[in-house]
């Protein structure tokens, strides 16, 4: 049972150009959406964070999207840089973070020349 | 300074055997946990613990059991080891319990039973 989903295993990209990383989720009780970066032998990097109360959250070159009547979530980035590639990992928690974040099984972002 | 460490970093041996896997973070959090990232590549959360209290166990089989010796390490054992427990393990911290607090992951550890 998948509660968080990113459909897209891998996404291409040309360098300077924007990248959309999608995520769904099918628990309406999630309450805090983040994102990971993860390279290879190293573990997940938090990079952004979005609260249910809010509808988009913006960090420099990461903005993540939040729409909770589709269970959506998008992160984009802008431009895109060589050393944005690796592996997003969406993530959600409920309530308390004890109960752990739930993640979807992450998108492999690759930034072409 | 590493902020998450574990060791160690890779893990061989046979079926049966007992292992244990450490995790130290020097950030002075309360909340530490363990996630397993299994051949299909979801991390899953496996425990949690606040101040050296268990707070959620998920379905996972008491072969695994978690120490906190202090809130600064929580160390996982794992007897009568099973192909099926090759994964990736991370260990992971937060400040406290709470949903908006960032949780800052070691580097994982590569378990491959054989």
């Known amino acids: 049972d998948q509660q968080v989903k990113q459909n897209s295993p891998s996404l291409s990209v040309q360098e300077g150009r924007i990248s959309i990383l999608n995520c769904d989720y099918t628990?309406?009780?999630?309450?805090?959406f983040l994102w990971y970066k993860k390279y290879p032998a190293e573990g997940p990097t938090f990079l952004i964070s979005?609260?249910?109360?809010?509808d988009k959250n913006e960090d420099g070159r990461f903005t993540v999207f939040l729409n909770k009547s589709a269970k959506h979530l998008s992160l984009h980035i802008v431009p895109s840089q060589p050393g944005d590639s690796a592996v997003y990992f969406c993530?959600?928690?409920?309530?308390?973070?004890?109960?752990?974040?739930?993640f979807g099984k992450g998108t492999h972002l690759i930034i072409q020349p | 300074d590493t902020a998450v460490s574990q060791t160690p970093k890779y893990l061989v041996t046979q079926m049966g055997n007992d292992k244990s896997i450490k995790c130290e973070q020097n950030?002075?959090?309360?909340?530490m946990y363990w996630y397993k990232q299994d051949s299909k590549k979801f991390l899953k959360i496996m425990f949690s613990?606040?101040?050296?209290?268990?707070?959620i166990n998920e379905t996972v089989p008491n072969r695994f059991s978690p120490k906190s010796p202090d809130k600064a390490h929580l160390n996982l054992h794992i007897n009568s080891l099973e192909l099926g427990d090759s994964a990736v393990y991370f260990c992971?911290?937060?400040?406290?319990?709470?949903?908006?607090?960032?949780?800052?992951f070691g580097p994982g550890t590569r378990l491959t039973v054989l």
């Open positions: 979005i609260s249910s109360i809010k």
């Open positions: 950030l002075g959090h309360d909340t």
């Open positions: 613990y606040n101040n050296k209290e268990l707070i």
């Open positions: 993530a959600a928690s409920v309530g308390g973070g004890a109960d752990g974040l739930t």
């Open positions: 992971a911290s937060s400040q406290t319990s709470g949903s908006t607090d960032t949780q800052y």
């Open positions: 628990n309406s009780m999630f309450d805090y």
